[in-house]
């Protein structure tokens, strides 16, 4: 496998997991110091325990929402010796909570 490859599938594997609701695993990769950006939070996420108090407080959320629909476009990526660059587009959304049960009758 390509490192290509392997950034790719870390890509992908992270949205997974995320929409899993397995946030350990994003945060068992990332440094202690990672800075992390999220589309719902107006300050950058700082350091490993602000993301865990993050993921913490979204999941606490999740019983409020539908379920989440992600489509990760194909990651161009560039490597040039010790530093990778990864650019994709990333669609998502929250289906209406409790979509499945439309219709259902009693």
Do not use: C
């Not at 790719?8 to 994003?26: C, L, M, P, R, W």
């Not at 929402?65 to 669609?91: F, H, S």
Request: charged fraction near 25%; proline fraction near 2%.
């Amino acid at each position: 496998m390509t490192i290509n490859k392997d950034i790719e599938n870390i890509i992908f594997s992270i949205f997974d997991v995320f929409k899993a609701g397995n946030t350990k695993v994003i945060e068992d990769h990332l440094h202690e110091q990672a800075t992390v950006w999220d589309v719902f939070t107006p300050e950058l996420i700082k350091g490993k325990h602000e993301l865990v108090a993050f993921h913490q407080r979204n999941q606490e959320q999740k019983e409020s929402r539908g379920e989440l629909m992600i489509n990760v476009a194909q990651p161009i990526i560039e490597v040039k010796a010790t530093l990778a660059i990864a650019l994709y587009y990333l669609d998502f959304s929250y289906q209406e909570q409790n979509q499945s049960l439309a219709g259902w009758n009693n």
